[in-house]
């Protein structure tokens, strides 16, 4: 009885991540070596991916994300694809984890005393605009100057702005985009999960999750997953 529970539970999440658009991946000439075992058939020219193989590498990715959250670890997410941006930063702020959505900025990781002293500046910055006598210390033309200083750091760092020491663990939306920060992440010994098309090198990954890192829902799908079982 429980093997036909389980089984029937593994169909459901299947067809889930079938209507979600996990399986479908890159086109065959887009295919890397290393992610030919998790494709199952290859239809119209696209590669689709084995998704009982996402399934299995979804539950230990979530296994090891719900284990570190209840020890307090600390998440930083990274997409730089601006249709999933909003995705990435509503799941990061639901689960008190740090975000980064525009260019990476080289040094975050490995380099991350130099980057405290921006995030340092950063938040006085935005402190002093907030303070009650702003208006009265600065003129008008000094006012904007700030404004618009502040509007560039918000935009390279304010996901990261209350981030005190590098996260234990880093997780990666689109690797084709983010190589560097995965390099960083490993040169540090930090443990990455990493969404992994069929177009990308997994080989650095310590959770990979096979699926579309393309779509929307997706993404969406697992970034769902992965918010509940860091509740």
């Known amino acids: 009885m429980e093997k036909t529970e389980e089984k029937t539970t593994n169909n459901t999440v299947i067809n889930e991540m079938i ?9 065959v000439s887009k295919l890397h070596p290393k992610m030919k075992p998790y494709v199952s ?10 998704l009982e193989i996402t399934a299995q590498k979804l539950e230990e990715a979530l296994e090891f994300i719900k284990n ?25 702020e639901k689960t008190d984890s740090f975000y980064v959505t525009e260019r990476w900025i080289g040094g975050v990781l490995t380099n991350f005393s130099e980057i405290k002293k921006r995030l340092k500046y950063f938040n006085e910055l935005e402190a002093k605009t907030g303070s009650p006598d702003f208006s009265e210390n600065y003129n008008k033309k000094e006012r904007l100057q700030i404004a618009k ?40 010994k930090k443990t990455v999960i990493a969404i992994t098309d069929t177009n990308v090198d997994p080989t650095d990954v310590d959770y990979m999750i096979p699926a579309n890192d393309d779509a929307l829902s997706s993404v969406e799908y697992i970034l769902k997953q992965v918010t509940n079982s860091m509740k």
Do not use: C, W, Y
């Open 19 to 27: 209507e979600a658009g996990l399986g479908f991946g890159h086109r």
């Open 41 to 50: 058939k290859i239809k119209d020219g696209i590669q689709l991916i084995d």
């Open 68 to 92: 570190a959250k209840k020890e307090d670890k600390t998440f930083l997410f990274i997409s730089t694809n601006p249709a999933l941006r909003h995705l990435v930063k509503d799941t990061a």
């Open 149 to 188: 200083e502040l509007e560039r750091l918000k935009l390279k760092f304010g996901g990261i702005k209350k981030m005190e020491k590098v996260p234990d663990a880093i997780f990666i939306i689109d690797l084709t985009k983010n190589d560097l920060a995965l390099k960083e992440a490993k040169d540090i």
